[in-house]
């Protein structure tokens, strides 16, 4: 599931193809759950709209529209922003990939130059200037768009806390130090900071040597400032690694990235510690698979 470092390197990536131009037309699937805004109204609103910027907060994108409308753009699960011409076998999840016979990923790549567009591609976008195209695709459909015309609110977006790479220590911890859950619960809380997944929670305690099971009304401020240093010191690694470093993603553009595969605890249960050699935990934290070593997250 993408987490902020992969939403951010995908609001980076898209963002120049987006902005300043002006929307001559949408296609879309047909009305799902995936549209919070029916595929017809999202067509005759956004036609002939000009695109001034593409903004992130916590896990979710905003195409800002010259007026200030937004249309709020949330890739969910499996969720896929690029530019047509994009082409990789990658641009599918690996799921999908995994669903593929050799025969139909062989002519996947044959087809080459073209970007998938089929019926998980639920919305393109196509500009007045001759642009290439933007298409969001999406095999399992968790992602989300949604209007939101100006100077109106969404809940959505309403209830979410400080951005995570925005949010300051001392905001944290006077939020965080009122609860009674788990830790690790609060980190993925996005009213409390906004972006934080299960992989990058994981790691950040890992890092701060604090235990995903303690209680958040027990940590005190420089445990909670250790935290966030950590948390955002693992996102921003990840965003300058293209969103690769620690999870399995695709670039918007198609391209494989850096791989190089950085994860301390996440998904490693039962390898060694590569600080101590302990073998990695995997408990159940607030229903989330929760990774740690028992001996080097003692706080
Ligand atoms: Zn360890």
Redesign the pocket.
Known sequence: MPELPEVEVTRRRIAPLLEGRTVSRLTTTAPSYFFLTPPAELKRRLKGRRIVGLSRHGKYLFAELAGGDRLLLHLGMTGQLFGAGATSLRLLSSTSRSSLTPEAQARLLEQGASAPRDQHTHLIFHFEDGAPDVLFRDVRKFGKVLFIAAGKLDKRVEKLGTDALEITPAELGQLGGKRRAAVKSVLLDQSVLAGVGNIYADEALFLAGIRPTRSAARLTQPDWTRLLEAAQWVMRRSIETGGSSISDYVQPDGSDGAYQDERRVYARTGQP??????AIVRVLVGQRGTHY?P???RR
């Open positions: 510690c590569r600080e101590c050699g302990t070593c001996r080097c997250q």
